[in-house]
């Protein structure tokens, strides 16, 4: 339950600015980095030419390069859409959706 709130609260920018950069987007990006690959050579996915093994990597795929992104950046956006309205941040609000642009498109 806490983590579906976590998710929750970062989707809609409920979480602070800081947060929700350094968090939910660099560490959870570097985290799946490692973290997919090895699941993917763990589970023995990787190693199989099935059709089943070939949907799971799909699956992790679409998680990795377009679910979390897309999670990331609305989150990344509304948070820092709040700190606009609710603090003088302008410079790091401004900084923060500028990065979210570019790390969108790279």
Known sequence: MLLFSWITRHWR???RLGISWWINCVAL???LFWLIPWIAQTSGI???DSAASYTAILGLVILQTALIPLWQMVGLWQAT???LHSTNR???ARL???AAVL???L
Do not use: I, K, P
Request: glycine content about 4%; charged content about 15%.
């Open 13 to 15: 920018g409920e979480l």
């Open 29 to 31: 990006t570097l985290l």
């Open 46 to 48: 990787s190693s199989s």
């Open 81 to 83: 859409d709040r700190t």
């Open 90 to 92: 302008v410079f790091a």
């Open 96 to 98: 923060a959706q500028v």
């Open 103 to 105: 790390f969108t498109l």
